[in-house]
């Protein structure tokens, strides 16, 4: 079946630094994928939708300029945490759908983010 | 009032029992029903999806669909131990999939 990958699965960084995570489709394309934080007890907040060779869609409160995302290819997004400060630290998700959104959702592994 | 709401439990049930879990949603122009499970640590996993009014079953899960009421639920049979995780409930809108609060079930053996 569809399977999407995440790297890396964990980190951890200085305060400061930048931070890149990796989402890939492993056999399909994926037009559009789907970028989550989760803090712990919560549930999966989206933070932006990523469509390949156009700008991403940020929901309202996400710092666009913080979260970078590229969606390069068909197969690949990319979420880059700057200057990353103890407070990103979370589990960041990322997803893709097969079809369209209301075909269901393929989640990676996620990635648990800390910042010292 | 939250887009997706579910009892954040925890609900505890005994091993072979019928868990069920319960979700609402505000927006009467979805279109698109998730399950996911979540266990500690993990990312979600798919357990079901339901488009239409009505009830869906997949070995011991099933899903519920009402539309009228805006309510979406999801019944386990014969509940095992590892089914105790998390159960997000999500809405497909507006090209966006939104996930309610979670629904911890514990099941005792």
């Known amino acids: 079946g569809a399977v999407v990958s995440q790297h890396p699965s964990w980190v951890i960084c200085k305060s400061g630094t930048s931070v890149k995570i990796e989402c890939r489709s492993l056999d399909f394309q994926a037009t559009t994928m789907f970028w989550y934080r989760q803090f712990p007890k919560q549930s999966l907040m989206l933070m932006a939708t990523?469509?390949?060779?156009?700008?991403?869609?940020?929901e309202q409160g996400v710092e666009k300029d913080k979260f970078l995302i590229n969606h390069a290819s068909l197969t690949l997004s990319t979420l880059t945490v700057t200057s990353a400060h103890p407070e990103d630290s979370s589990f960041y998700i990322c997803?893709?759908?097969?079809?369209?959104?209301?075909?269901?959702?393929?989640f990676g592994n996620g990635t648990r983010l800390t910042v010292t | 009032q939250k887009e997706v709401e579910q009892n954040s439990g925890p609900l505890s049930v005994p091993e072979g029992a019928i868990a069920s879990l319960n979700c609402t949603y505000s927006d009467r122009g979805s279109q698109s029903f998730f399950w996911y499970r979540q266990y500690s640590g993990k990312s979600p996993e798919l357990i079901m999806f339901i488009y239409s009014n009505g009830d869906k079953e997949d070995g011991r899960f099933t899903a519920q669909l009402n539309k009228a009421s805006q309510y979406v639920s999801l019944l386990i049979r014969d509940s095992q131990p590892s089914d105790s995780a998390t159960y997000l409930c999500a809405v497909g809108r507006g090209g966006k999939l939104i996930f309610g609060q979670g629904t911890e079930l514990s099941v005792k053996p």
């Open positions: 990523s469509n390949e060779g156009s700008k991403a869609t940020y």
């Open positions: 997803s893709a759908s097969f079809q369209d959104i209301n075909s269901p959702l393929h």
